[in-house]
């Protein structure tokens, strides 16, 4: 029975730590947030893809920030840099004001990549380094409610394949109706 009790500390004791390091950032606390500040809800960067999604259907919400606070986890640069991973080339801006005066400056994409910056009261760059977040619940839940872009940036893609000749006549509506069908 000894065993078995260590057994079952040490996997609730991996399950914690499991849990912690997918936790969100501790710096930045929901409840102490001041005021949340959509300075752009939606813009394109050098990165855009409009084959994936178009930025024009993608806007950031108040409740975008809020989720993205209580689930962003922090990535190295390595992790998050465009060159080495998946990104929509869109973003919107934001900034969240906390209750100690500590202005947080974020972009997120909704692929749930975000990037973020620290200010004082005088808007003036604290001594915190720039800050690399993925948020894969973020993600998961915009991509849910970006479903209707998806389809019409896939309907995009598929239909300029086909006039190129790069598929036969016929097959983009297909694949579109697979693609549609698998979501």
């Not at 409740?63 to 640069?77: F, G, I, N, P, T």
């Not at 004001?97 to 974020?106: D, E, P, R, S």
């Not at 972009?107 to 894969?136: L, N, Q």
Request: net charge positive; with cysteine.
């Amino acid at each position: 029975m000894n065993k078995f009790n260590s057994l079952i500390v040490t996997t609730l004791i991996v399950a914690t730590g499991i849990a912690v390091a997918e936790a969100a950032d501790r710096r930045y606390p929901l409840a102490y947030v001041q005021k949340i500040e959509i300075t752009e809800p939606s813009r394109r960067t050098a990165w855009e893809d409009k084959d994936f999604l178009d930025c024009d259907d993608v806007v950031l919400t108040e409740e975008d920030v809020r989720y993205a606070l209580l689930h962003m986890r922090r990535v190295s640069w390595s992790a998050y840099a465009p060159e080495n991973t998946d990104t929509t080339g869109c973003k919107g801006s934001v900034l969240v004001t906390f209750k100690n005066g500590k202005i947080l400056a974020m972009g997120i994409e909704p692929t749930g990549r975000i990037t973020t910056a620290e200010y004082d009261t005088g808007m003036k760059v604290t001594a915190s380094p720039a800050g690399f977040y993925e948020c894969d619940p973020c993600r998961e839940r915009k991509m849910k409610l970006l479903k209707d872009a998806l389809y019409r940036a896939d309907e995009r893609r598929l239909k300029k394949l086909e006039a190129e000749g790069k598929i036969p006549p016929g097959e983009a509506e297909r694949r579109l109706k697979t693609l549609r069908a698998s979501r």
